[in-house]
């Protein structure tokens, strides 16, 4: 027997779900999605846009023509990066808000090692790159967790406001001791060396970094289900004092989570500079890292489903940047549908947990 | 109540059933979990709405929409779960939600008087000025019966009425039920086991079964036996055997442990016991007297502050507990969904929580799938353990089929020799308790040391070999079963200390 709510003569019963049915899985994020447009469509109309002509100019800027597509996807690479780095530690139960300063730290990290060891060769150098970017980001994610366990500090503000703190970092080399002179009025370092550069697909931006982040997907995937550390992952995450009750130590594991986590982030802001811009620019990031947390959700956590709502958001954001152009509207607004996505699959997700009876009362 | 017919999709929760009380009468209702009571109860109450069947007062027939409704006509009902304000005193409890005279202000010195009144009629001792989370469990219970007396209430509903009580407690409700019926009040009791108590209590008895009445009868007419038969539907074994294993070798020893609570102050005090191979101490006492702690510090979830805790000879005090499991103690804890197991992980996962690191399971890293899934699948047939698939989640396992879960997980780890369990069979049906409490036996009978933490007297008094109260984080004594008489041990847990003899 589940909750009933009474509206007259109408009730709704709310019962707990025995088996969540797989088509739901799809169904819930797609509604989701198709509900936050509609609703989207009431705040283009207050900017005075017709919803219709303005989704249709974002559809062909997202996806239209191959030349979009590709662009499409070189925003869904680091978004997929960051959303699998925040997937895994919100499995944990770690409600972890910092992959943007993950993201900074990566390419941080990433600029440094390329400027300093300039002289080595790609199979040598692109990999130390990965490696260092990782380590970084990964201690950067890990420093919360510590917190959290130590003394209680709630994660979502610690990981929140160190975001600003790697962000206000990544502006103080850009301008100060990194900023190349040779760019004149452009703040950023300088170019990478040809060596350290992660090739593109001929023709377009699409670095190689997409095929380690749909690699990554799909060993965390595997990880989560077939070995111990992910069965513990998914007990810390499922319920913390089952998780002490198997003696499983809470601490080694949210800190092994979180650096895992914030090492996938990072490769997300190494992928930027050393497969991307070649350089590290001023404010490469749009909020790669915020927009990851409702990839994540869209994708329920699932890896394999991150690099499909990854490119759905990447489309988002390469089409918002469209109706941005022609109707000039402000890009808030592309912001805001994507915060109602998030609220929707969030709000939806009752039909996936609770079967939902309407009837009428006798 | 005639043919009263309820569905819920998928059960048919209540299948045509008549059901009558008279006044001065107490008619117990008694039945497994999910056998109808609940509902039939909740429909007289107003909760439900039957799809078939009427109700009659006093010969008229009813429309019992809402609770509202119930309590006009004179049905009053005390939950299980007591619904009252901690912070309110005991009078503005009783008269919440009702209108006064003297609106928009309360009347409350009326409403006193009454409840004195009221109080020294039926023998139900509360102090109307006292605030509701100073008062025990007990006498929280008589404030929700004065609320349905103060209601007018002529027939009286009683959900599990004794299931939170100790023994004194339990007869002195007894004899507040008795004097209710004396007085004229209908009194209808529910309960799914402690038959002893409606044998004693009883006039009347209907037993449930699968949504149907299965027999009404008069009490004089039936035993324990017959009841527990009726219910479950076939004969039930209800004497579990004591083997006294005759083993002077202690698998548990606990040496002057203390402990602190959640709130900083002393929860143990001085606690030394030990276990034998093959044998069951059962530690009895009133919730809330260290036994939640005293589970917490053997299996490693609390530190011990003073003392030594050994197993097999071997130290394990403090130590974490993945090492305290791997030194071969099982812990069946009491709350079950929310630390037994990870209510959104399935059946498979669940069932190796707490030994998935075994060799049989995994390597080093990884999960051997094979043998796990080999292992699932036979714990779910030994156990009986009823669910859809091995993949569905545990949360939505009955508490029943929960504790059996937990059991098969516990009890055949490989190197078990010391297996904790807290309140093994509360809220579970007969059909489960049966087969917990054998379990149990059978465990003893292979040499496992088991120490019984439980609230229901009559469980640690059948199946223990020794007792220990336990009252305010001490031990009062400790005390071979066949010698325990039940008052003394109730005047321990009441915190009587045993007079030298």
């Known amino acids: 027997m589940g909750l009933v709510v009474k509206f007259g003569s109408i009730e709704i019963e709310f019962r707990k779900r025995a088996t969540r049915p797989r088509y739901l899985a799809y169904l819930v994020p797609f509604v989701a999605v198709i509900v936050a447009l509609l609703v989207g469509s009431v705040l283009l109309l207050s900017e005075g846009v017709d919803p219709l002509t303005a989704y249709l100019a974002l559809f062909n800027t997202a996806f239209g023509n191959p030349y979009s597509l590709s662009e499409t996807i070189v925003k869904a690479i680091p978004l997929m990066l960051a959303a699998l780095g925040t997937a895994i530690t919100f499995l944990a139960g770690f409600w972890n808000i910092g992959a943007e300063g993950q993201l900074q730290m990566g390419a941080l990290a990433a600029t440094w090692v390329t400027l300093t060891f300039s002289g080595l060769p790609s199979f040598v150098i692109i990999p130390w790159t990965m490696f260092v970017a990782f380590a970084v980001g990964g201690v950067w994610g890990m420093i919360p967790a510590f917190f959290k366990v130590k003394l209680g500090m709630d994660e979502i503000l610690t990981t929140l406001m160190m975001n600003y703190v790697a962000i206000l970092a990544v502006t103080y080399f850009i301008y100060g001791p990194w900023r190349d002179p040779a760019a004149y009025g452009n703040p950023r370092t300088q170019l990478v060396a040809e060596s350290a550069r992660i090739p593109a697909i001929l023709g377009t931006r699409i670095h190689l970094t997409l095929f380690v982040a749909i690699g990554i997907a799909v060993l965390l995937y595997w990880v989560l289900r077939r070995t111990k550390f992910g069965l513990e992952i998914r007990i810390i995450g499922g319920n913390k004092d089952a998780a002490k009750y198997a003696g499983i130590n809470l601490f080694k594991n949210l800190l092994l989570v979180t650096l895992v986590g914030g090492?996938?982030?990072?490769?997300?802001?190494?992928?930027?500079?050393?497969?991307?811009?070649?350089?590290?620019?001023?404010?490469?990031?749009?909020?790669?890292?915020?927009?990851?947390?409702?990839?994540?959700?869209?994708?329920?956590?699932?890896?394999?489903?991150?690099?499909?709502?990854?490119?759905?958001?990447?489309?988002?954001?390469?089409?918002?940047?469209?109706i941005q152009m022609v109707f000039a509207v402000p890009i808030a607004l592309v912001n805001a549908i994507q915060a109602l996505v998030l609220f929707f699959v969030l709000a939806l997700s009752i039909f996936y947990e609770y079967n939902i009876i309407v009837r009428r009362r006798r | 109540m005639k043919g009263i017919t309820k569905s819920f999709p998928g059960v048919l929760a209540t299948d045509h059933v008549d059901f009558d009380i008279r006044s001065g009468e107490i008619h117990a209702l008694l039945g497994e979990n999910g056998a109808g009571k609940t509902t039939l109860m909740n429909i007289l109450f107003g909760?439900?709405?039957?799809?078939?069947?009427?109700?009659?007062?006093?010969?008229?027939?009813?429309?019992?929409?809402?609770?509202?409704?119930?309590?006009?006509?004179?049905?009053?009902?005390?939950?299980?779960?007591?619904?009252?304000?901690?912070?309110?005193?005991?009078?503005?409890?009783?008269?919440?939600?009702?209108?006064?005279?003297?609106?928009?202000?309360?009347?409350?010195?009326?409403?006193?008087?009454?409840?004195?009144?009221?109080?020294?009629?039926?023998?139900?001792?509360?102090?109307?000025?006292?605030?509701?989370?100073?008062v025990s469990v007990g006498e929280q219970q008589r404030v929700e019966i004065l609320k349905a007396l103060y209601r007018g209430?002529?027939?009286?509903?009683?959900?599990?009425?004794?299931?939170?009580?100790?023994?004194?407690?339990?007869?002195?409700?007894?004899?507040?039920?008795?004097?209710?019926?004396?007085?004229?009040?209908?009194?209808?009791p529910f309960v799914t086991h402690k038959l002893r108590e409606v044998m004693a209590i009883s006039d009347r008895i209907t037993v449930m079964r699968r949504g149907k009445v299965v027999?009404?009868?008069?009490?004089?007419?039936?035993?324990?036996?017959?009841?527990?038969?009726?219910?479950?539907?076939?004969?039930?074994?209800?004497?579990?055997?004591?083997?006294?294993?005759?083993?002077?070798?202690?698998?548990?020893?606990?040496?002057?442990?203390?402990?602190?609570?959640?709130?900083?102050?002393?929860?143990?005090?001085?606690?030394?016991?030990?276990?034998?191979?093959?044998?069951?101490?059962?530690?009895?006492?009133?919730?809330?007297?260290?036994?939640?702690?005293?589970?917490?510090?053997?299996?490693?979830?609390?530190?011990?502050?003073?003392?030594?805790?050994?197993?097999?000879?071997?130290?394990?005090?403090?130590?974490?507990?993945?090492?305290?499991?791997?030194?071969?103690?099982?812990?069946?804890?009491?709350k079950r969904m929310e630390t037994g197991v990870v209510p959104d992980l399935s059946v498979r996962e669940n069932l190796i929580l707490t030994n998935y690191n075994d060799q049989s399971l995994s390597s080093r890293f990884l999960l051997d799938r094979i043998s796990i899934d080999r292992h699932v699948d036979k714990l779910i047939a030994d156990f009986g353990i009823m669910t859809p698939g091995k993949d569905s989640q545990v949360r939505l396992l009955s508490g029943g089929n929960l504790q059996r879960l937990i059991l098969a997980r516990e009890v055949t780890r490989k190197n078990l020799s010391v297996l904790v369990t807290v309140c093994p069979t509360r809220g579970l049906d007969v059909g489960a308790t049966e087969f917990i409490r054998n379990t149990l036996v059978s465990l003893k009978k292979k040499g496992v040391a088991i120490l019984l933490i439980s609230e229901d007297l009559d469980e640690i008094l059948s199946l223990s070999d020794r007792v220990a109260v336990i009252f305010k984080g001490r031990i009062i004594d400790v005390v071979p079963t066949n010698e325990a008489k039940i008052d003394e041990i109730g005047l321990m847990m009441a915190g009587a200390v045993k007079t030298a003899e």
């Open chain 2, 215 to 334: 027999a009404t009868m008069r009490t004089q007419d039936t035993n324990e036996k017959d009841l527990a038969m009726k219910m479950v539907g076939r004969m039930v074994l209800f004497e579990t055997e004591t083997v006294r294993i005759p083993s002077e070798r202690v698998v548990l020893q606990l040496d002057k442990l203390r402990a602190i609570n959640d709130k900083g102050l002393p929860a143990l005090e001085d606690v030394s016991l030990s276990i034998g191979e093959g044998e069951i101490l059962g530690i009895a006492g009133v919730a809330g007297n260290g036994q939640t702690e005293l589970a917490e510090v053997i299996t490693g979830l609390r530190r011990a502050s003073e003392g030594r805790i050994l197993i097999n000879g071997r130290e394990i005090t403090n130590k974490s507990t993945r090492e305290i499991i791997e030194a071969g103690i099982g812990h069946a804890p009491e």
């Open chain 2, 153 to 188: 209430a002529k027939v009286l509903i009683m959900d599990e009425p004794t299931s939170v009580l100790t023994p004194q407690e339990v007869s002195e409700l007894m004899g507040i039920m008795k004097k209710m019926a004396a007085d004229g009040l209908a009194v209808i």
């Open chain 2, 47 to 134: 909760l439900y709405q039957a799809e078939e069947g009427e109700i009659y007062v006093d010969g008229r027939r009813v429309i019992i929409n809402s609770p509202k409704d119930a309590i006009n006509l004179g049905i009053g009902m005390v939950h299980q779960l007591f619904r009252l304000i901690p912070s309110l005193t005991v009078a503005e409890n009783t008269v919440l939600g009702l209108r006064s005279s003297r609106r928009p202000f309360l009347d409350l010195d009326v409403a006193g008087k009454k409840i004195t009144e009221l109080s020294e009629r039926y023998g139900l001792k509360v102090d109307p000025k006292a605030k509701l989370w100073q």
């Open chain 1, 263 to 322: 090492g996938i982030a990072a490769l997300a802001g190494m992928g930027e500079v050393s497969g991307l811009y070649y350089c590290l620019p001023k404010s490469f990031s749009p909020g790669y890292g915020y927009t990851a947390v409702v990839v994540a959700w869209l994708a329920r956590l699932n890896p394999l489903a991150i690099p499909v709502s990854a490119f759905l958001f990447g489309g988002l954001l390469n089409g918002g940047y469209g």
